[in-house]
T-cell receptor
């Protein structure tokens, strides 16, 4: 149980284009999902918290107009990188929150590698 | 703001030996949760172990155990009988316990290599 998928696993796009990354909770409903960014050999940095049916909450320094998040259902959140530039190349990881043995836990997707050329 | 510090960027140990990964944190909260996550080469984040700050007993999960020292704000991970599959990045993480504030703050990670 508690499986989270991401699609695509790897995407290459040209500078100036937009790319959408999907995060799905496969066997549970998640009212809250999180989006992280991980640069090579670095830690995970929270970008935003996505709540079903409402606007996402962005961390300080994250451009909300550049990283559009939509959490339209209890099993799907999407991250759209708009007008991508090479500096947006990174590994993007989502997680979905659910209760596990009475406690809220985050289960992580396998990540999406974005390369902007 | 909470901070999590992992002072060992890399470690290596022979297979079947025991290894301890260090983590310290800083918070003004009295109740919170601490985690160790494993990120193997596949990049999939996997929860290894969880500790609730109000519990004095150290958490254990099979070969993995923690040494939680609340006063010292220290939270180390011990891996016993290490296996080749334990090779991965290990991240220590902190989370406030308040419902609705579920943000995880991660340390910088320790790259662990198990040598055959």
């Amino acid at each position: 149980g508690a499986v989270v998928s991401q699609h695509p696993s790897w995407v290459i796009c040209k500078s100036g284009t937009s790319v959408k990354i999907e995060c799905r909770s496969l066997d549970f409903q998640a009212t809250t999902m999180f989006w992280y960014r991980q640069f090579p050999k670095q830690s995970l940095m929270l970008m935003a918290t996505s709540n079903e049916g409402s606007k996402a909450t962005y961390e300080q320094g994250v451009e909300k107009d550049k990283f559009l998040i939509n959490h339209a259902s209890l099993t799907l959140s999407t991250l759209t990188v708009t007008s991508a530039h090479p500096e947006d190349s990174s590994f993007y990881i989502c997680s979905a929150r659910t209760r596990d043995r009475g406690l809220y836990e985050q289960y992580f997707g396998p990540g999406t590698r974005l390369t902007v050329t | 703001a909470q901070t999590v510090t992992q002072s060992q960027p890399e470690m290596s140990v022979q297979e079947a030996e025991t290894v301890t990964l260090s983590c310290t944190y800083d918070t003004s909260e009295s109740n919170y949760y601490l985690f160790w996550y494993k990120q193997p080469p596949s990049r999939q984040m996997i929860l290894v172990i969880r500790q609730e700050a109000y519990k004095q007993q150290n958490a254990t999960e099979n070969r993995f155990s923690v040494n939680f020292q609340k006063a010292a704000k220290s939270f180390s991970l011990k891996i016993s009988d290490s296996q080749l599959g334990d090779t991965a990045m290990y991240f220590c993480a902190f989370r406030e316990s308040n419902f609705g504030n579920e943000k995880l703050t991660f340390g910088t990670g320790t790259r662990l290599t198990i040598i055959p």
